[in-house]
Structure formats: structure tokens, C-alpha cells
């Protein structure tokens, strides 16, 4: 018995077809949010100390301290 080749089946074609463009749209989707990311933090008036500075503190990192 030969085995059947997998585009051979019935819904193959529409299958296939469905993941491709499903696949594009989700690239597409993560193109445009790294996109939208990007320009805001262009058009952001913080310097990047107190960006980084907002970071720490959303995460709880606790200050540095110079030794004496």
C-alpha cells in the first residue's frame, strides 16, 4: 500500500491556505505594533535616565548608593 501524499487530501488546499495568510497577518500585526512602539519612544521628551530611572521603580529595584 503507497502511502498518500498530504496534499493529496481534501482540505488540504484550504487549510494550508488559511495558515499561510494567518501567519502573514500575524507578522503584519507585529510589525506594525514594533512600529508604533518605536515612534513613541522617539517622540518621548524623557531623557533615558529617568526612562531607565521609571523602569526601576515600576520594578522595585532598589536605589544605587555610593560607597564612601
Known amino acids: 500500500m503507497r ?5 493529496h487530501y481534501k482540505y488540504f488546499q ?9 501567519f502573514a497577518g500575524f507578522v503584519g500585526m507585529l510589525a506594525l505594533q514594533i512600529e508604533n512602539e518605536v515612534e513613541r519612544m ?5 531623557s533615558f535616565e529617568q526612562r531607565l530611572q521609571n523602569v526601576e521603580n515600576a520594578l522595585g529595584v532598589p536605589p544605587v548608593t555610593e560607597a564612601e
Open 14 to 22: 484550504p487549510i494550508a491556505w488559511t495558515l499561510c495568510l494567518s
Open 42 to 46: 522617539q517622540d518621548s521628551t524623557l
Open 3 to 7: 502511502p498518500t501524499k498530504l496534499e
